[in-house]
């Protein structure tokens, strides 16, 4: 196995370690916030066993504001109109390992299903949280051709500002496990992996469906390579050669065309199949009322809540019958600048840090690579026979190289979509679980001008890896060179401590209940 894959591997491991103990400690000397939100409705009558309290006792300060929503949903399913906002493949895996926790101690009845569902979500987002830290160096050694840079945003991407929602039971692991890894077969091309990824990502969370634009852009990429090569062909034959057509055409169809659709339906059916699941479940089309456990339609009831087999909502009957803008603008709050009030100033204020580090970068790299942006990143000099230009050191001016276009226009649509239509203070969690962006961005920053670029190396000799990270570390499980390498300037100072103190702050306000969301 790499040695740098290893390293980020168990660092993230002490991460997530070092997160639950922080919000278990948190959670039990500090008083409980009382913020009025939803609740996960238990039944009345459950009697917790030992194993249970000692579980809450460790893990309750996980199950906060949304959490609550996706472990109703994992225990009930979709009882409530609001809960159509959180998609369903989060909460479907952690009922089906709670179910399979709670079925082999059954007989025994050591914990309950409530127990084995906070369990599940834990372990769940443990797992998923390491495994995408480990895809996402591998993207970074791909698209930014640097081990040192890949290496730490790795590492960065661990203790990453949204690290809380990254161990809560949130979707946001999963979402990043998903995203991550169709980024990273994209790079290979496409293939029948990059469409399940695609898919599985955008059953997490809705916003996945902007990973269509990879699909185009890849696929335009493929179209206008060929089209360039054929017309170069076409020039440079000889008088009386006939260039074929048809080769440029079959590739076109073969590598761009057909896989690119595929892709694009893999990516997009998970939502349509979901709308369609909402239509059939709050439209009156299959349940009602009474296959909801009375405790649960009571709750709904004394909060105003609309219950599965109430009288369908206006979007029921709407062409097509789409819940998901009537969910998001009438129980979220969600649409355009619906969320700009004065009273909402310190969650803009909470999201500023991530919204600002992205739209700087993206005008930044509009400036550097200007003539690459021009032709929307899809054809390089060297394609059209120019000789090609030399690009500033991208180290110098703290810009992501052009091989990063596609990425930087996700990233800067992902925080002008947050910025203006949605609640602010989640855009820092979204660009984190959907975009490389933030940890490269981190780790271009707080890497010192003079370092040397470190070629990826395939075989991780000795030679690379002293050059990535210290010997010493490198036999070490808990030391790395992101708290030991001095950084330079004020710029490297203030990411590394945006980092690192929203980890820590996150933390231990959203385990107590505390606006952090």
């Known amino acids: 196995m790499n040695k740098l894959r290893r390293k980020i591997r168990i660092f993230a491991i002490h991460t997530r370690m070092f997160v639950i103990i ?189 990973n269509a634009g990879f699909v185009v852009f890849n696929s335009l990429k493929i179209v206008a390579t060929e089209s360039v090569l054929y017309v170069r062909l076409k020039k440079l034959a000889k008088p009386g050669v006939e260039v074929s057509v048809s080769t440029t055409i079959a590739n076109i169809l073969g590598d761009a065309l057909i896989p690119g659709i595929l892709n694009l339906i893999s990516c997009l059916s998970p939502f349509v199949l979901y709308q369609w699941f909402c239509f059939t479940h709050f439209c009156r089309v299959s349940q009602n009322s009474r296959d909801v456990p009375s405790f649960v339609v009571d709750y709904g009831r004394n909060n105003l809540m609309k219950v599965v087999g109430d009288d369908p909502s206006s979007w029921c009957k709407e062409e097509p019958p789409v819940s998901y803008w009537f969910v998001q603008t009438n129980y979220w709050s969600n649409g355009f600048l619906q969320y700009w009030e004065i009273k909402q100033l310190p969650n803009f204020l909470l999201a500023t840090p991530a919204i600002g580090l992205v739209l700087w970068h993206s005008y930044h790299f509009v400036l550097v690579h200007k003539d690459f942006c021009k032709r929307l990143g899809l054809i390089d000099n060297n394609l059209l026979g120019l000789p090609r230009k030399p690009v500033l050191a991208v180290r110098q001016h703290k810009v992501l190289p052009r091989e990063c276009f596609v990425y930087v226009v996700h990233a800067t649509a992902l925080a002008i979509f947050g910025l203006f239509f949605i609640n602010v203070q989640v855009v820092t969690r979204l660009l984190a679980s959907s975009s490389p962006i933030l940890p490269w961005l981190a780790a271009l920053m707080t890497t010192r001008q003079d370092k040397q670029l470190v070629p990826i190396d395939e075989d991780n000799t000795e030679e690379t890896l002293y050059k990535v990270e210290c010997r010493g570390n490198m036999d070490s499980n808990t030391d790395t060179i992101l708290f030991q390498e001095q950084l330079d300037g004020d710029s490297a100072q203030w990411v590394m401590m945006y980092f690192l103190g929203y980890t820590m702050i996150g933390t231990v306000l959203f385990s107590n209940h505390l606006p952090w969301t």
């Not at 369903?88 to 079925?103: G, T």
């Open 22 to 210: 922080l919000q278990f400690v948190c959670n039990l000397v500090i008083p409980d916030h009382d913020a009025g939100a939803f609740k996960w409705n238990i039944d009345p009558k459950w009697e917790p066993t030992v194993a249970d309290r000692i579980i809450g006792f460790f893990l309750d300060g996980l199950v906060r504001w949304d959490s609550q929503h996706f472990l109703h949903i994992a225990n009930h399913g979709y009882t409530f109109e609001s809960s159509l906002a959180f998609f369903p493949l989060f909460p479907l895996v952690v009922r089906s390992l709670a179910s399979f926790l709670f079925w082999i101690q059954q007989d025994y009845m050591i914990v309950s299903l409530v127990s084995c569902i906070k369990v599940s979500a834990t372990f769940i987002n443990f797992a998923c949280f390491v495994l995408a830290a480990e895809v996402l160096y591998e993207l970074s050694r791909k698209v930014l051709k640097d081990e040192y840079i890949a290496y730490k945003a790795g590492l960065l991407f661990t203790v990453n500002p949204a690290s809380i929602f990254f161990t809560a039971s949130y979707s946001e692991s999963l979402n990043a496990l998903f995203t991550f890894l169709a980024l990273n077969q994209m790079t290979k091309g496409f293939s029948a992996k990059t469409s399940i990824a695609l898919a599985f990502a955008s059953a997490t969370r809705a916003n996945s469906i902007l």
